[in-house]
Structure formats: C-alpha cells, structure tokens
C-alpha cells in the first residue's frame, strides 16, 4: 500500500520524508526545524471495543500517533481529530472520549487545534486524529539508518497485560528526545505491530538483515525464559509502543550508561544487525540459528 | 459541538487560532509564517454515494480541505489521507479514488505526505485528510473581523449544477490569495453549509448582523429571478465552496475594479453588514424585508 501510495504521489522537493516512515518530515516554509506529520485511526471492533471506555479510546486514538512522533525523535505540538460516531451515540460517550484525549495532550503538551466530527454510517466508532510535531533538522531519525555491526535496543518490557497496555500505554516521548539528542539512533521504529514485523521494517528500509537474541528479549516476569514460544509470543505482539532502534556498538554502550538513570525506563540490547538483506534470524536459547518469527500481529493499515 | 471541543481543549499561546474557524492558525516552531490545519472528512451515504466515481471522492475529499485553507487566506502545501474502505472493496476503487485526490492535490502542488487506510467495518468508504498550508504572519483571515457597515460579498454562481459542483468545484485558492494580498477582507469563510448558515457563522463570529439584497445574489441563469424560493433555493444550498467575505466599502470598491480581470472569477456585492448582532435580514425583490432564511443544508459536522 505504501509502494502504491508513493508511486501516486511522488514526493516534492521542501518535503524531506513522504510516505513510508513512521511520521512525514516537511520543511517548514521559512526554514529552520521541520514538521513531523503523522496520521492513525483506531477504530472500533479493530482497535477496541464497544466495552473499552471511551476516555481510553480517545487517549489510545492520540497516543498511537504521539508515538509515531516520538519514533522519529521529534516532539509533539499539535492534534486534529477526526471522530465518527454512530448515530445512536450518546453525547457522554463523546465527552468521555474528548476528555481522555484532552487529559493525554495536556500531559504532553499537544494542543487540540480542530476536529471535525461525522456520523459512522457503519455504526462504528472512528477516531483518526492527525498530529504535527517538530524536530531539528538533521535530528529526525528514520527506519533507514540500521548498518551493519549496530546493536539492536528495544525501551520497556514486551507482552505486559496486552490487554490494557494498548491503551494506556506512555508514548516514548522522552525517551526518543533523549536519544535524539544525546545518542542518536542510526534507526527508529515504534513497536506498533510488533518487535519481529517492526524489526523487518527497519532490515527493509535500510537493506540489511538482523539477528535477535531469544534470552535478551526483555518479556515481562511472569513468561518463563525456559518456554521459547510464550517468550516469542510475548515479545512479538502488536500494539506495545516501545522504541526499537539501532546504534552503533559504541554509541549503544554509552547510552546504556545513561538511559534508565536519565529518563526512567529500560532499555535492552536485543541483536544485532547483519549485513545481507533479507537475513533474518533467531538465536533461541540454545544458541542455536532460527529463522525470525514472521509477525506478531499485523493489522491492515498503509 | 465546537463550544464542547473548546471548552476540553483551551489553546496555547503558540496557537493563534484554535478550533472554530476554517482552519487553525499555528505558529511554527522558529518564527517566521503559519502553518494553517484543515481537517474534513468525506463519507460515504453522506457526501457522495456508491455510484460516484471514485476518482471525484478523492477529488472531493482532499478540495474541501483545500477549500477550508483558501478560506483562510492561505496556500495549502501538504496532506495526510486516512482512508476508511470496506472489505470488499477493489483495489482499482482504491486506486482511482488515489489519482482523482492526486490530480488536484498536483494542480495545487499539494503533496501527499502520509495516510493511514483502516477497514472501515460499517461498510462505507470514509476519506479523511488533513492539509496543511501557510500564510504570512497576520494576513490570514478570520470569520469573526466583519465590522457594521462593511459590505458582504461572495465569488462565483450560486446553484449551479448542484449534482455536480459539489464534486467537481475548483477550491478558490486564487482568489483567497488576491484578497488576503491586495485587498484583505475584514471577514472571510467558504460556502460549506450554505450561503444562509454560512453567513450566519461569520456575524455571530463578529459579533454582528447582516442585511442581503435578494435582488444581488448571483444565482445561475436558469433561474427566474422572479421567483424568490427558487432564488433562495439556488443560493442557500450546501457545499457551493465559494467565498463569502466582508469588506469595507472602500476596500471593495477596489477589489471590484480588478479581481475579474486578475482572477478570472466573478465576485459580487451581495447585502451588508448591519451593527446589531442577530438581525439577520433578506430584503426580497419588493424591498421588503424579511427574516433570513435559516439553512440552504446544514450538515452534520463540527
């Protein structure tokens, strides 16, 4: 669908990444920093469900596209927010929604700048904001980077309460502004359909191929390390909104030093990046070679 | 609707104009222009139907956009599409509706910087874009500036080919941009809902009332202008996307002298701007003077 899209669309020269990336990169008018543009819908019976309540709709529907911002190191600014509703819907649902995507744009500092609300004639929920950001220019960081001989390093745990993670979760904001500045990735991705989809992501981007390290999977304590399918199971779901990137064997051991003591949260050394295109692999617990699970989840989208 | 978005969402101070107009008006990071935000969705059964074409949905989606940033006194530079489809729909419907938006996005060197296609569960096909344009610093142009005394004027005809315009109609980005540099109007918006709840929007914005000459409105020939419903009918319709803007008589003066020969569009004095908010009034072809209509067709929206 991206192919498709950007052969439809080539891109014009202010813009410095079209479609394909986790947010486009535009060269604003006048010069100086650039805008980062990202747009994702969370729709009802896809995304969540009729019981989820509609303050964590509203927040998922933002943080989902806070975090595209944040995987390419930038900060978020700006929302608009698109939302179809049934028309059986009761104006509550809609105060909830609005209120629990207000309480995460305040948190981060997005401000709600227009919206626009239509009837769902399919009696689904739809909720498709866009947000703009910024980032320095030269600072954004795209899939593309990934050489040869980086290390792979994903943020968080993987696989923890899957069914609430998806729509509570922190966009990495200060991580990926931490490293933007201080250590930055020769890649970034975030975990939105999963580590082994998102992994593949990058190898394609950047025409290089990676193995992961089954025992350095960062999954969440209950999975035992000795159960090679639940850890793969944890590790490779959808919707976990951690950052994946890569570095290059010396950058990755100074911001190990600093990272967590820095900006809170875990950050682990996973694998590391092979040079032919299309290797993809899994040392499993054995130290023995596997092909890379294919996906965790992949849900439609461009 | 737009009062319960602004009441969850204050603004910021880097935001000039928050929700509420045709589009927000956002400072970039460093200084220098604005970035303007227009966001819209086209629906299925609402806007358009199954037998549209899908190249004149895509067309449509992305020219009301555009539209709201003309309205606005700007230059529209980037989109983001999120595109809601059905499961059975067929790759060629997707492809066609792409070009159709591709087409005028290129017209307009409008690029397309990103999207987001989610299966629409309800089974209607949802086109959503958002656009972002700029305008110089202070030259953009807001509902809320008519001041009593300024006159009301609109561009082009109204009513004409109502099955089609709303399809095919060339967002007025030309003549936004005469006006905002050679003649700015006190007052500006595009003909979404309709001339009569358009108008409406501008004089309760600035605080306002408004007097039209039926005898003025420019409504196709077709139309007998003895007759005043089918007068009103013609010009008070839905998504016309033509400007309705207030000037000074002064100001208008001017602008009549030069804006057909320079746009190649035709504008006209239609009624003017009267000192005491909610009196809304239509002089008929008598001279009497009535009550404005209500609505031509007052769509669901935000």
């Known amino acids: 669908m991206i192919d498709r899209l950007n052969r439809v669309f080539p891109p014009l020269e202010r813009t410095l990444v079209g479609i394909g990336d986790d947010a486009a990169v535009l060269q604003t008018p006048p010069g100086g920093g650039c805008l980062l543009f990202s747009t994702d819908a969370v729709i009802e019976k896809v995304h969540f469900t009729a019981a989820t309540p509609?303050?964590?709709?509203?927040?998922?529907?933002?943080?989902?596209?806070?975090?595209?911002?944040?995987?390419?190191?930038?900060?978020?600014?700006?929302?608009?927010?698109?939302?179809?509703?049934?028309?059986?819907?009761?104006?509550?649902?809609?105060?909830?929604?609005?209120?629990?995507?207000?309480?995460l744009a305040e948190e981060w500092g997005v401000e709600i700048v227009g919206g626009d609300t239509f009837r769902s004639p399919g009696g689904v929920v739809i909720v498709a904001p866009t947000v703009v950001g910024k980032v320095e220019k030269n600072r954004y960081i795209l899939r593309s980077g990934a050489r040869a001989g980086d290390l792979i390093l994903v943020t968080g745990r993987l696989g923890e309460n899957p069914d609430r993670k998806h729509l509570v979760f922190q966009p990495r904001v200060r991580e990926a502004r931490f490293?933007?500045?201080?250590?930055?990735?020769?890649?970034?991705?975030?975990?939105?359909?999963?580590?082994?989809?998102?992994?593949?992501?990058?190898?394609?981007?950047?025409?290089?191929?990676?193995?992961?390290?089954?025992?350095?999977?960062?999954?969440?304590?209950?999975?035992?390390?000795?159960?090679?399918?639940?850890?793969?199971?944890?590790?490779?779901?959808?919707?976990?909104?951690?950052?994946?990137?890569?570095?290059?064997?010396?950058?990755?051991?100074?911001?190990?030093?600093?990272?967590?003591?820095?900006?809170?949260?875990?950050?682990?050394?996973?694998?590391?990046?092979?040079?032919?295109?299309?290797?993809?692999?899994?040392?499993?617990?054995?130290?023995?070679?596997?092909?890379?699970?294919?996906?965790?989840?992949?849900?439609?989208?461009?």
């Open 54 to 103: 509609p303050a964590l709709v509203g927040r998922k529907a933002l943080a989902v596209n806070i975090s595209d911002i944040a995987a390419m190191g930038g900060v978020p600014l700006w929302a608009v927010v698109n939302l179809g509703l049934p028309e059986s819907t009761a104006v509550s649902y809609c105060d909830r929604l609005y209120r629990g995507l207000a309480e």
């Open 179 to 302: 490293l933007a500045e201080r250590h930055p990735p020769s890649a970034m991705i975030d975990l939105s359909d999963g580590l082994f989809s998102d992994l593949r992501r990058i190898c394609a981007a950047s025409g290089v191929g990676a193995e992961l390290d089954a025992a350095a999977l960062p999954v969440r304590p209950g999975v035992s390390k000795k159960n090679l399918p639940a850890v793969l199971r944890a590790a490779g779901r959808g919707e976990e909104f951690e950052l994946l990137f890569t570095a290059s064997p010396r950058r990755a051991r100074a911001l190990l030093k600093t990272f967590k003591s820095s900006v809170g949260t875990e950050v682990t050394v996973i694998g590391k990046i092979l040079p032919e295109p299309g290797r993809l692999e899994l040392v499993d617990f054995s130290g023995r070679r596997r092909s890379l699970p294919v996906s965790g989840w992949d849900h439609f989208k461009a």
